[in-house]
């Protein structure tokens, strides 16, 4: 089976072929001829599983090879980052069409996107909250869409988008054709469907029995030290066959420091969440995709709706809240058909947590295995060489690397083994190899006397530094006044 099989014309088949693209999944194959027909849609498939395509040929074939310039199909997707890459998709496939497609979503200056509203785009993807606030502000009418998408309608209700998305139904006309697609299938969701589509079709690829985690991924999970934590993730992300991987933090600060902790490691790794600019975010989801930082460390509200095929590890640092984060946290690997490996830390104190999500999905290990980052379950587990250490040689470091990137100078007091020292680092190397080492000199030689206080004399024999810092031995002299103390 192909794409021109499935009735797809031909200019947007050969778009597809120049990326490699030329079978259908199975949601795709389902979804694309009924959708074609201008039939409304309810399509439930795991994370991963080729949705956007499922949704948006019919889309843009449905408009034309050179469609009326003005908004005419909107597709209302959970986060900004999933906004851009659903975009991209959408311009890949119509890049053989005079179709413009404009990604919608805050954290960006209006200017640009209201640019784009203005030259006749006639595809817009976007986050809820900007897409209402341009609509209010008269800069992005939708009274002419014909083809309205809500894309993870799961994730937007999860986020509480879903007064904002009943608000967008409101701006569109009666009409159109409207398509659902969800990895799952809560009430709510069934309830919007029943409200706002006519007589949908409801596609359902997912297979009864295969569970609710898809079977292309390998699924451990460990309960481990969370001293010992960093240690065990940089001993896995040298297993054999590693590609890029995601690593699920709780927190920014957590996930800026276990970012800043690899790259001192070692690793190409860069940081997603929620304190960072979107011009940041954008720069960081960007090298990620072309494969320059090689491991994402994200928050999970951050990576939400992330759409990376090639990503082959998803490590979560730390356990999610419940069994539907754990399924969007584990979807961002295994995706588009390949096999992925996710790895799950359970701290003790979240084992009550996680008998809930193992009861909930399944698993069958309500007690996972203690591991420690010399355990030999872990090397066999993930196929990591034997002797691998969680700190990667200076001569296996990724092309490009600086050096200043994990040598801290000798004396430095902060202790930090991040980028930057300090504050935002992870509390210091914990061997304490990058501490002071000069038997607890705290203060570097040469400093000037603090105020107030009489310079001591150096011995004669005394040179710092082949004599720049010499002084000459003067009598100690000291002044008990009250005013302060005074030079001689």
Request: charged share 25%.
């Amino acid at each position: 089976m192909n794409f021109a099989e499935l009735g797809i014309d031909a200019d947007i088949v050969e778009a597809l072929e120049s990326r490699g693209i030329t079978s259908p999944f199975p949601i795709q194959e389902q979804a694309i001829p009924v959708a074609l027909t201008g039939q409304d849609v309810i399509g439930q498939a795991k994370t991963g599983t080729g949705k956007t395509l499922g949704f948006g040929l019919p889309l843009l074939q449905s408009l034309g090879k050179d469609p009326e310039k003005g908004a005419k199909a909107l597709v209302v997707v959970p986060t900004r980052e999933l906004a851009i890459q659903v975009a991209d998709d959408l311009k890949l496939a119509s890049s053989n069409r005079s179709t413009m497609v404009a990604a919608i979503y805050g954290g960006k200056a209006y200017e640009e996107q209201v640019s784009e509203i203005n030259a006749g785009a006639q595809v817009i993807v976007g986050t809820p909250g900007r897409l209402i606030d341009l609509s209010k502000q008269k800069l992005l009418d939708l009274g002419n869409i014909r083809f309205m998408v809500l894309d993870e309608a799961d994730e937007m209700l999860d986020l509480g988008f879903l007064p904002d998305v009943e608000r967008l139904f409101a701006y569109t006309p009666d009409g159109r054709q409207t398509m659902l697609f969800s990895a799952t299938m809560p009430g709510t969701i069934v309830t919007m469907a029943r409200k706002y589509q006519n007589r949908p079709v409801h596609i359902r690829t997912n297979d009864p029995d295969e569970g609710q985690t898809k079977a292309d991924i390998k699924q451990f999970v460990y309960r481990a030290h969370a001293l010992d934590k960093d240690e065990v993730v940089g001993r896995i992300l040298q297993a054999e066959g590693r590609g890029k991987t995601v690593i699920f933090t709780k927190t920014k600060r957590q996930a800026s420091k276990v970012s800043e902790e690899l790259v001192d490691r070692g690793f190409n790794a860069t940081a997603l969440h929620g304190d960072m600019t979107q011009e940041a975010r954008e720069r960081s989801m960007i090298a990620f995709r072309t494969g320059k930082k090689d491991i994402l460390v994200a928050t999970e509200v951050a990576a939400r709706g992330i759409d990376v095929d090639d990503v082959t590890h998803v490590i979560n640092y730390t356990i999610p809240e419940d069994e539907k984060a754990y399924l969007h946290r584990v979807g961002r690997t295994g995706r588009a058909g390949r096999l992925g490996i996710a790895v799950t830390f359970v701290d003790w104190e979240d084992l009550t947590r996680w008998g809930h999500i193992n009861t909930a999905l399944e698993f069958g290990q309500p007690d996972p295995t203690e591991t420690y980052s010399s355990s030999a379950h872990l090397f066999e587990d993930l196929n990591i060489p034997a002797g691998t250490k969680g700190r990667i040689a200076k001569s296996k470091r990724p092309e490009g690397w600086k050096p200043g990137d994990d040598e801290k100078p000798r004396g430095n007091r902060s202790g930090s083994s991040s980028q930057g020292g300090g504050r935002g680092g992870q509390g210091g190397n914990r061997g304490g190899g990058d501490r002071n080492r000069n038997g607890g000199d705290r203060k570097p030689q040469g400093d000037k006397p603090a105020q107030g206080s009489a310079p001591k004399a150096a011995p004669k024999s005394e040179t710092h530094g082949g004599g720049e810092h010499q002084r000459p031995a003067t009598p100690r002299t000291r002044n008990r006044t009250r005013g302060g103390n005074k030079p001689a």
